[in-house]
């Protein structure tokens, strides 16, 4: 799709996003393209729509909630479910079902399992606004999370280093 770039960033806008979201997903975008650009395992159209569009719920809140919120829009938008998936799970490291059902959320998996979903939750992790930051950056600024949580960023970096090729 040679217009993806501006498309997503219509909807984006559509549904309500910020222009500091609307960087804040260009510069996740240009992340996760890096991270892939090695690898031809990923679908890398796909890493790239997911990226765009990973905040589109942040048009509507600013919770935790803002991943699910987002999925069920792409959904409702008839936006392909591999899409919709990168944006469920792109939180942190993703959230299981009771990590989900604990947060008041609609108890789904939303733990990252396709190389694309990988790819963009950890780039996620390494965008600090607009600004790229490293995964120990990430760590030190989520003392707050539990030991678990933080592992699980932890390993979701080092497996997408890997799958990567970095």
């Keep these: 799709m040679p217009d993806l770039r501006e498309s997503c960033e219509v909807l984006l806008?559509?549904?309500?996003?910020?222009?500091a979201v609307i960087a804040h997903c260009r510069a996740v975008t240009d992340c996760a393209l890096d991270l892939s650009s090695a690898s031809t395992l990923?679908?890398?159209?796909?890493?790239?729509?997911g990226a765009?569009?990973?905040?589109i719920g942040r048009g509507t809140t600013h919770t935790i909630d803002h991943a699910q919120t987002g999925a069920d829009l792409c959904r409702s938008l008839n936006i392909p479910e591999p899409v919709a998936r990168i944006v469920e799970c792109h939180t942190g490291a993703g959230?299981?079902?009771d990590e989900c059902t604990l947060l008041r959320q609609i108890p789904r998996d939303c733990v990252p399992q396709?190389?694309?979903?990988?790819?963009?939750?950890h780039a996620d992790n390494l965008v600090a606004g607009s600004r790229r930051t490293t995964v120990y950056e990430t760590l030190d600024s989520a003392f707050h999370l539990n030991r678990k949580v933080r592992r699980r960023i932890y390993r979701l970096a080092l497996e997408v280093e890997i799958l990567c090729g970095r």
């Design 42 to 49: 990923v679908n890398r159209p796909l890493v790239e729509a």
């Design 13 to 19: 806008r559509e549904h309500g996003c910020s222009t």
């Design 52 to 55: 765009r569009l990973h905040d």
């Design 95 to 97: 959230l299981t079902a």
């Design 114 to 121: 396709s190389i694309e979903e990988k790819i963009v939750a």
